[in-house]
């Protein structure tokens, strides 16, 4: 009987959590989005004294309130959906256009006229560009105080993504399937008369299966830090609001790098508004993470039994 591969049940359950949140998380929420919460009147042996957000950690909020009086526990229910099928969506469209554009160019090489050192060269100069650069030069004229939807600029946002992360997944998967031809048992496949489309469909991706997996989790990784680094520099997915007096940058979605940017300025003075959103985004972080190194150790595994494969 095989060890258990510990990392990956954890982080599944734990991913599986998240993705009810996503799913169902207005449900659960305590309060509605935009209810505040109330000023307090408390009786003390001084006298009533006047309590007014922030709140800390309570029964009446879990979380907490920001500064404002919103209900943090609620905020990240709402805003989970944005964050988490973001970088699920934007990583699955990565990994099937990059991926399918890399099996074929490297199937039909000869074809195309397309030297192998050529196209290398070129995607290398393309991958190395930093993605991060092109989003904020872009999102900075669109995403403050935007004049479309959210969903819209959700769209947006996701589609540059996905267009300006393709090709280093096409990079990996073409370099992949080149090294894959060189075995001798798609040589022969070919040798028998196989076609391209009986090769990729019969030898190639159940040979990439378990890399398509981990690329995937790495490109999910990949765009939620992406994600987050828009939001330092207050780029919110969805959306930036500026409230005046003094300016503060709020996150129209409520997802999850959006609240942590939102609310970064609070660490001096009231942790437990930071705190929370930072915890889940880092446990969400965490929870990809395990299921990236759970699925490597499969594959190790995998590995030893069929070495030959």
Do not use: C
Request: hydrophobic content about 50%.
């Amino acid at each position: 009987m095989g060890r258990l591969n510990v990392k990956l049940i954890i982080g599944l359950i734990m991913i599986s959590f998240f993705l009810l949140i996503a799913v169902f998380g207005p449900i659960f929420a305590p309060y509605k989005v935009d209810e505040l919460a109330e000023v307090k009147y408390n009786s003390t042996e001084e006298g009533r004294t006047l309590s007014a957000p922030p709140f800390p950690p309570s029964k009446e909020h879990l979380f907490g309130t920001d500064q404002w009086g919103y209900d943090i526990l609620t905020l990240l229910l709402y805003g989970a959906k944005y964050t988490i099928f973001t970088v699920i969506i934007v990583a699955l469209l990565r990994v099937i256009i990059g991926g399918s554009l890399g099996i074929f160019v490297a199937l039909n090489q000869n074809s195309l006229n397309f030297p192998a050192k050529s196209a290398k060269l070129k995607i290398n100069i393309f991958s190395g560009f930093p993605v991060f650069i092109i989003l904020y030069f872009i999102l900075i004229r669109i995403n403050i105080e935007p004049v479309l939807s959210p969903l819209t600029l959700s769209a947006i946002v996701g589609t540059l993504m996905v267009i300006l992360g393709v090709i280093g997944v096409y990079e990996n998967v073409y370099s992949k399937t080149m090294e894959l031809q060189k075995k001798l048992y798609i040589t022969a496949s070919q040798s028998l008369g196989g076609n391209k489309i009986h090769i990729a469909k019969q030898h190639i991706l159940p040979s990439l299966k378990s890399q398509m997996y981990i690329i995937f989790m790495n490109e999910v990784i990949q765009v939620l830090h992406l994600i987050g680094q828009l939001g330092i520099f207050n780029l919110f997915f969805g959306g930036t609001f500026i409230r005046m007096d003094p300016p503060v940058f709020i996150s129209i979605t409520k997802e999850w790098a959006g609240l942590i940017g939102q609310f970064r300025s609070t660490i001096y003075y009231y942790q437990w508004i930071l705190f929370f959103p930072l915890i889940s985004y880092l446990l969400l972080l965490f929870s990809l993470y395990l299921v990236s190194q759970g699925i490597i150790q499969q594959e190790k595994v995998n590995q030893r039994k069929n070495p030959i494969l």
